[in-house]
């Protein structure tokens, strides 16, 4: 008897032998711009792989398998038109190689094509393999004393954020521990955000970046003004992202107390070239 599922999984496998060859590569990327070839290439298979099944099972029969595989050799050269090049990275800031940093750089690796949107960027602070993406900056990039006191910007984070274009952009990810998370994405792009915790500044460690021993009089008369206006604008703009991925499971469990969503934890990238393996 035919089984759906393993003529597709047949299917994928022989598309990806034959997608290793010059000639194929050549015929199916005419007229779709080299883009179609780059590393997010398996993303497709795995959107289109999903497809295939469900349309497959609704008659179950060799002839409309038969038409999957033209559907699949058509529909996939278009699905990958975008291409890194409709891909957009959002994160925080480029002031040194922290963790979120270390996220954003196998990020950049995956999508060496994409652009990456930022609040502001100390030039050489971060790793080459970031320094070599197509770097858009806010106005906080022009703001005095940016390299070292850009904190102080805090209330003006929000508006920085969502000042960025990103209507060209089909895929927006986004890497946030502060406000990157906020951006505003085309209505029909797919944001995903990888949280690193949500705004702590204004969340579960307030007290311990305003409180008494912490900020002066001045700094603390203003956050009760704008700590509640901030919250307030972290849990609306959580409904911008379509799909939150948590770093950790106690981040998870801040993302669900916070803005009221799920979130799957993946945990960060480990170099284990750092590391003897035992």
Wanted: glycine fraction near 6%; aromatic fraction near 16%; hydrophobic fraction near 45%.
């Amino acid at each position: 008897k035919f089984s759906v599922h393993d003529a597709n999984r047949a299917l994928l496998h022989w598309a990806w032998i034959l997608s290793r060859f010059p000639g194929f590569r050549s015929l199916f990327s005419f007229g779709f711009g080299a883009g179609f070839w780059k590393a997010e290439f398996g993303v497709c298979f795995l959107a289109i792989g999903t497809f295939l099944p469900l349309l497959a099972n609704a008659a179950s029969n060799f002839r409309l398998y038969c038409f999957s595989w033209l559907f699949f050799v058509l529909l996939l050269p278009l699905m990958s038109n975008a291409s890194n090049r409709s891909i957009a990275l959002v994160h925080d800031w480029l002031t040194g190689m922290r963790g979120g940093e270390k996220v954003l750089e196998v990020l950049c690796e995956l999508f060496p094509s994409a652009t990456l949107f930022t609040l502001l960027h100390n030039k050489g602070s971060v790793s080459p393999i970031i320094e070599n993406l197509p770097i858009k900056t806010s106005f906080l990039q022009h703001l005095p004393f940016k390299e070292n006191k850009y904190r102080y910007y805090l209330p003006l984070f929000p508006v920085a954020i969502e000042s960025f274009d990103l209507r060209a952009f089909d895929f927006v990810f986004s890497t946030s521990h502060a406000v990157a998370k906020g951006a505003i994405p085309w209505p029909k792009a797919l944001h995903l955000c990888y949280c690193h915790t949500p705004m702590r500044y204004v969340w579960e460690q307030y007290d311990e970046y305003f409180g008494k021993e912490r900020a002066g009089i001045a700094t603390r008369t203003a956050m009760r003004f704008i700590a509640p206006r901030l919250r307030a604008w972290d849990v609306k703009t959580s409904g911008r992202v379509h799909w939150f991925i948590a770093n950790s499971n106690n981040v998870a469990r801040r993302i669900q107390a916070y803005y009221g969503r799920a979130a799957e934890v993946i945990h960060a990238p480990v170099d284990t070239r750092q590391f003897p393996l035992s």
